[in-house]
Nanobody, 123 residues
Framework: QLRLVESGGGLVQPGGSLTLSCTTS????????VGWFRQAPGKAREWVSC??????KYEDFVQRRFTISRNSAKNTVHLQMNGLRPEDTAVYFC??????????????????WGQGTQVIVSS
């Protein structure tokens, strides 16, 4: 069964950058649509971005700040986050779904989830 592992979280000052990674050793991640979600304390999980064979998609609040990409050689999906704000503080999760009609913004469409990585944006 596919198992996802996130890494790259940490503490960063406002305006700083982090790159999150989502990887697996149990399958070819290129065969999956991959999404990033986040959950802040006391708030519902929300979609951030996703990638499929044909497109990259972003929630409006991360447009032009975050970039999702694949590194097929490393079987990894990255989320490059620039211009971080305190409101970006959350646990970030990656999730995978077998390829369908394009990656989804809805958590219910992803069957496989990682354990999450904490991002804290604070001065």
């Amino acid at each position: 069964q596919l198992r996802l592992v996130e890494s790259g979280g940490g503490l960063v000052q406002p305006g700083g950058s982090l790159t999150l990674s989502c990887t697996t050793s149990s399958a070819n991640l290129d065969a999956y649509e991959v999404g990033w979600f986040r959950q802040a304390p006391g708030k519902a999980r929300e979609w951030v971005s996703c990638i499929d064979d044909a497109s990259l998609k972003y929630e409006d609040f991360v447009q032009r700040r975050f970039t999702i990409s694949r590194n097929s050689a490393k079987n990894t999906v990255h989320l490059q986050m620039n211009g971080l704000r305190p409101e970006d503080t959350a646990v970030y999760f990656c999730a995978a779904a077998q390829a369908t009609n394009g990656c989804s913004r809805y958590a219910r469409n992803y069957a496989i989830w990682g354990q999450g990585t904490q991002v804290i944006v604070s001065s």
